[in-house]
């Protein structure tokens, strides 16, 4: 594992990514464009460079021989010999003289042991070569051979190259960092407006995304301009605005449908209502006659109006379901929870004398704004359901409690627990406990349905967590406003 490296942070946005790609690309054009003419530049000077030492002769270097009779190849010469030119004289394979061109003079160099060896491995062919000599800095060199035997070495100085090369490459790195920061910005100015039909496809889409499409109306957003449909941005918000459509008729269509269940689970229930009743009806009067019945007939009426009683309450159970679905408002009062807690745990008391009852609950009076009676309805069946769903001896405990303007009213009880593969959907209708939590006969599987209805109608939650010999449910409902209600320490 490699410590201390750092990835490159990548930019993220489509708008970042294109200007951070064009001034890349146009940072190596510019380099490229750089190093081309850099090194054609250097090129070019330096075959003019070659020329002038070709045009020179070697005569400084041959005016430097000393015969024993002089001649006028061999005098000194400097005359036309430009400032800085250098000759020197190989004999028997090491230096003999050595001198440079100074204000049309000339005079002798002291050459270090390196530059004597340098000089000394010079190739002899009469081809220029370029060398460092510590003693002169960078020059072109060529060998020739003389007269009698020695070699002639002449060489002109790089300095105006490369002062010119490194000129340039000055004039380079400025001008093309001014491109570079010019073009960075009016290229994101340029990407930022080419960009902004994408950005309104954007900020549909999140609107789109933010709307709960779950249940219920759902108002979808205008379309987003086409635009050119020639181009990419304007293909896509084409397609934005096809799926938004097909979406939006989804979402009516279902929204259609919904409303006809409602509508016929509210009808089914209202109508059932009276035969339901009439037979309950027929059949308490058919108990009570003094005349014989036989055993089985009895039975039979019996179980007539025990099944008769739990039509009745699932009707009912069903018919407040539809009202709250197709948002009929509840009854507004200010509600005390406490004495509401109190009495329906008695109630659950009074049902489930196995299990054992404890409550929890402050010692001000906590209350909340709502309808009373749906409110009792929804603690109520909350209750129930941790009667019949765990077995007998199980403790159930209440608790109340009042903070930061929210009332929390939590049942919990130490049973078997709630089924993983049941849990999400345990606020679901006609969901039923599997055996983990055995139910009773009289269950319709709409309590909890109830108690998710009722406290979103009221503008709270209710939520549960489980785990074997541990089951929490939790209602939270706001408080009425100007109340600071609190629990003591």
Same mark, same amino acid.
Request: charged share 25%; net charge negative.
């Given at each position: 594992?490699?410590?201390?490296?750092?990835?490159?942070? %990548?930019?993220?946005?489509?708008?970042?990514?294109?200007?951070?790609?064009?001034? !890349?690309?146009?940072?190596?054009?510019?380099?490229? !464009?750089?190093?081309?003419?850099?090194?054609?530049?250097?090129?070019?000077?330096?075959?003019?460079?070659?020329?002038?030492?070709?045009?020179?002769?070697?005569?400084?270097?041959?005016? %430097?021989?000393?015969?024993?009779?002089?001649?006028?190849?061999?005098?000194?010469?400097?005359?036309?010999?430009?400032?800085?030119?250098?000759?020197?004289?190989?004999?028997?394979?090491?230096?003999?003289?050595?001198?440079?061109?100074?204000?049309?003079?000339?005079?002798?160099?002291?050459?270090?042991?390196?530059?004597?060896?340098?000089?000394?491995?010079?190739?002899?062919?009469?081809?220029?070569?370029?060398?460092?000599?510590?003693?002169?800095?960078?020059?072109?060199?060529?060998?020739?051979?003389?007269?009698?035997?020695?070699?002639? !070495?002449?060489? %002109?100085?790089?300095?105006?190259?490369?002062?010119?090369?490194?000129?340039?490459?000055?004039?380079?790195?400025?001008?093309?960092?001014?491109?570079?920061?010019?073009?960075?910005?009016?290229?994101?100015?340029?990407?930022?407006?080419?960009?902004?039909?994408?950005?309104?496809?954007?900020?549909?889409?999140?609107?789109?995304?933010?709307?709960?499409?779950?249940?219920?109306?759902?108002?979808?957003?205008?379309?987003?301009?086409?635009?050119?449909?020639?181009?990419?941005?304007?293909?896509?918000?084409?397609?934005?605005?096809?799926?938004?459509?097909?979406?939006?008729?989804?979402?009516?269509?279902?929204?259609?449908?919904?409303?006809?269940?409602?509508?016929?689970?509210?009808?089914?229930?209202?109508?059932?209502?009276?035969?339901?009743?009439?037979?309950?009806?027929?059949?308490?009067?058919?108990?009570?006659?003094?005349?014989?019945?036989?055993?089985? !007939?009895?039975?039979?009426?019996?179980?007539?109006?025990?099944?008769?009683?739990?039509?009745?309450?699932?009707?009912?159970?069903?018919?407040?379901?539809?009202?709250?679905?197709?948002?009929?408002?509840?009854?507004?009062?200010?509600?005390?929870?406490?004495?509401?807690?109190?009495?329906?745990?008695?109630?659950?008391?009074?049902?489930?004398?196995?299990?054992?009852?404890?409550?929890?609950?402050?010692?001000?009076?906590?209350?909340?704004?709502?309808?009373?009676?749906?409110?009792?309805?929804?603690?109520?069946?909350?209750?129930?359901?941790?009667?019949?769903?765990?077995?007998?001896?199980?403790?159930?405990?209440?608790?109340?409690?009042?903070?930061?303007?929210?009332?929390?009213?939590?049942?919990?009880?130490?049973?078997?627990?709630?089924?993983?593969?049941?849990?999400?959907?345990?606020?679901?209708?006609?969901?039923?406990?599997?055996?983990?939590?055995?139910?009773?006969?009289?269950?319709?599987?709409?309590?909890?349905?109830?108690?998710?209805?009722?406290?979103?109608?009221?503008?709270?939650?209710?939520?549960?967590?489980?785990?074997?010999?541990?089951?929490?449910?939790?209602?939270?409902? *706001?408080? *009425?406003?100007?109340?600071?209600?609190?629990?003591?320490?």
């Amino acid at each position: 594992m490699r410590r201390g490296f750092r990835r490159v942070p %990548l930019p993220r946005t489509l708008r970042a990514q294109l200007t951070t790609g064009m001034v !890349v690309l146009l940072a190596v054009a510019c380099l490229a !464009v750089g190093i081309t003419t850099v090194l054609a530049l250097e090129g070019f000077l330096v075959r003019r460079l070659d020329q002038q030492l070709t045009a020179s002769d070697g005569r400084f270097a041959a005016s %430097l021989e000393h015969e024993a009779r002089p001649d006028a190849d061999n005098m000194p010469d400097t005359r036309g010999q430009s400032e800085g030119t250098f000759g020197a004289r190989l004999l028997n394979g090491s230096i003999d003289a050595a001198a440079v061109v100074t204000d049309e003079a000339d005079a002798d160099v002291r050459l270090t042991t390196a530059d004597r060896q340098t000089l000394e491995h010079l190739p002899v062919d009469g081809d220029a070569h370029s060398r460092r000599l510590s003693a002169l800095g960078a020059y072109r060199l060529t060998a020739v051979r003389g007269d009698d035997g020695d070699v002639l !070495v002449t060489g %002109l100085p790089l300095h105006s190259v490369e002062e010119t090369v490194h000129r340039l490459e000055g004039v380079e790195a400025a001008v093309f960092a001014a491109a570079l920061v010019v073009t960075g910005i009016l290229g994101a100015l340029w990407v930022r407006v080419s960009l902004r039909p994408l950005r309104r496809v954007t900020s549909t889409a999140v609107n789109v995304a933010e709307r709960p499409l779950a249940s219920g109306q759902v108002a979808m957003p205008e379309p987003v301009p086409a635009g050119d449909p020639r181009t990419e941005v304007g293909q896509v918000a084409t397609a934005v605005n096809r799926m938004l459509g097909h979406v939006g008729d989804a979402l009516d269509r279902r929204q259609a449908s919904e409303e006809r269940l409602r509508h016929f689970a509210a009808d089914a229930s209202h109508e059932l209502r009276t035969p339901v009743a009439n037979i309950r009806g027929h059949a308490e009067l058919a108990l009570r006659t003094t005349s014989p019945v036989p055993a089985e !007939v009895r039975r039979a009426l019996d179980r007539i109006q025990s099944e008769s009683e739990r039509m009745s309450r699932l009707v009912d159970d069903l018919l407040l379901l539809a009202r709250i679905d197709a948002g009929h408002a509840l009854s507004r009062s200010r509600v005390d929870l406490t004495r509401l807690v109190l009495d329906a745990t008695d109630d659950a008391r009074a049902a489930g004398p196995d299990h054992r009852w404890r409550l929890d609950l402050p010692e001000e009076s906590v209350t909340a704004e709502g309808d009373e009676h749906r409110l009792h309805q929804a603690v109520g069946n909350l209750l129930a359901n941790a009667r019949t769903h765990t077995p007998a001896g199980t403790e159930v405990t209440v608790r109340l409690t009042a903070g930061d303007s929210r009332v929390r009213l939590t049942v919990t009880d130490d049973g078997p627990g709630i089924g993983e593969d049941l849990l999400p959907e345990v606020f679901g209708r006609f969901v039923r406990a599997d055996h983990g939590r055995s139910r009773t006969t009289g269950s319709t599987g709409l309590g909890l349905a109830i108690v998710h209805a009722v406290v979103t109608a009221h503008g709270g939650t209710v939520d549960v967590e489980s785990r074997p010999g541990r089951t929490v449910f939790t209602m939270t409902l *706001p408080t *009425p406003p100007g109340d600071a209600p609190r629990t003591p320490g």
